[in-house]
C-alpha cells in the first residue's frame, strides 16, 4: 500500500506543476491566475504534510486525515484502497489559505496499480478566492512510473499533454 500512496502522493504534486489556465469554458481563471492558484495549492498540500500523514494513516482499508493549511482551513483527504491495486482519494479543501489565496473545492483521485506504476484519473472542481479570485475544472489521466509519467487531460479548460522521465 505505501508504494501505491507514494505513487499517488507524487501525482498530488505533479499535478498543480503542470497546471496553466487559459480562460476555456470550464475557467474563469488566466493562464497566470490559474499558475498561480494552483501553485497554492501545491503549496498548501506540501505545507501541511499531509502525504506524511497519508503514509502514517495504515496499511489498507480505509484513510481519513486533514491537515491545518498555512494561514487558516483545511486540506483533507478520505478514501479507501484495496492493498497494492487500487486507491480512491477525495482531496479536499475547506477555505484553505495559502499565499493570499483561499482554495475551495474537491478533486477526486481513482487510482489503479501496484508499486511500480499507477494509473490516477482526477476530476473535480475548485474555486479561489483573495489574490486570485475564479473557479477551475479538472479533468485529467496521470500515469506514473517508477522512471516517469504523463499527464493528459484539461485544466481550467487547457488541454494537457506532458510527460517526462526521472
Given at each position: ?17 503542470v ?98 506504476h ?28 517508477q ?20
Open positions: 500500500m505505501h508504494s501505491l500512496v507514494r505513487l499517488v502522493a507524487a501525482a498530488l504534486l505533479a499535478f498543480p506543476m497546471a496553466c489556465g487559459g480562460g476555456g469554458s470550464s475557467s474563469s481563471l488566466s493562464e497566470q491566475q490559474a499558475t498561480q492558484a494552483f501553485g497554492s495549492m501545491q503549496s498548501a498540500i506540501v505545507s501541511s504534510d499531509l502525504e506524511s500523514k497519508l503514509e502514517q494513516s495504515g496499511s489498507g482499508g480505509s484513510v481519513s486525515v486533514s491537515a491545518n493549511c498555512n494561514q487558516g482551513g483545511t486540506v483533507s483527504a478520505d478514501g479507501s484502497w484495496v492493498n497494492g491495486q487500487s486507491f480512491s482519494l477525495d482531496l479536499a479543501f475547506a477555505g484553505c489559505v495559502e499565499q493570499g489565496i483561499t482554495i475551495n473545492g474537491e478533486l477526486s483521485y481513482d487510482a489503479t496499480g501496484d508499486s511500480t499507477a494509473t490516477i484519473d482526477v476530476n473535480g472542481d475548485i474555486s479561489f478566492t483573495g489574490t486570485v479570485t475564479g473557479s477551475c475544472s479538472v479533468n485529467l489521466e496521470i500515469v506514473v512510473t522512471t516517469g509519467g504523463s499527464v493528459n487531460g484539461t485544466i481550467c479548460g487547457v488541454r494537457v499533454n506532458a510527460s517526462g522521465s526521472n
